[in-house]
């Protein structure tokens, strides 16, 4: 069975301290991996896909990298707007457009 | 781009009565899904239309739910017979065919007392 899996569960970093969130996903023919982030209340917002072993994609301080084993989302000098539940999610062959998300990391940035 | 539409925000009923939720997907999209997510879960997979047909459905997805997308534009999922176990969000999203990122709305909110 297909599956992904997050951590940490939930890490607090104080504002400018640099870390990583990790995606590791147990999946055969991997057609997309997908990062998003969700507020509270809201629904998921989207911030990366990336389709290959090597790719790397960035939008401010963030930058999401992917193996063919885990993906890792690396969050530089963040600020307290960047606290977020944030979401990976995975696509695979032979069912369509089903994504299958892990439980995602809760992340708190602290001035 | 207005983004995906979720009507209502909040629903609030009792266990045994019928709710309706719709949602309006990015005009040019012609992929719609349906989501749920409880309280410190990822989003599950509900349903899958592409334009009007519905292809794929979860084995989440009980008799009580039925989904439809009438000319493939909005979409409406209905559950029958509420039950305090249908107490979640219920996201939709919609995409463009192929690999596509699915962009989601902001959910309805389901509460049975």
């Known amino acids: 069975e297909d599956q992904v899996t997050q951590s940490p569960e939930a890490l607090r970093l104080q504002e400018g301290e640099s870390s990583s969130l990790n995606c590791s996903y147990t999946?055969?023919?991997?057609?997309?991996l997908f990062w998003y982030r969700q507020d509270p209340g809201k629904g998921p917002e989207f911030l990366f896909t990336l389709y290959s072993a090597g790719e790397e994609k960035e939008k401010e301080r963030l930058k999401a990298t992917l193996t063919k084993k885990e993906s890792f989302l690396h969050i530089t000098a963040p600020k307290p707007e960047d606290s977020a539940t944030y979401l990976c999610a995975v696509l695979v062959p032979g069912t369509a457009s089903k994504l299958t998300f892990g439980t995602g990391t809760r992340l708190q940035v602290t001035l | 781009d207005t983004g995906v539409s979720q009507n209502p925000r909040h629903k609030i009923t009792k266990r045994g009565q019928n709710v309706t939720f719709r949602c309006d997907p990015i005009s040019e999209h012609n992929r719609l899904y349906w989501y749920r997510q409880t309280l410190g879960q990822g989003p599950e997979f509900l349903t899958y239309f592409q334009n009007e047909a519905q292809l794929e459905k979860s084995r989440l997805l009980s008799d009580r739910f039925s989904a439809e997308r009438p000319k493939g534009s909005f979409s409406t999922l209905e559950i029958q017979r509420t039950e305090q176990g249908d107490s979640a969000m219920y996201l939709c999203?919609?995409?463009?065919?192929?690999?596509?990122?699915?962009?989601f709305g902001d959910g309805t909110r389901l509460s049975i007392l």
């Open positions: 999946v055969s023919g991997l057609r997309g």
């Open positions: 999203a919609s995409s463009l065919e192929g690999y596509q990122p699915q962009h």
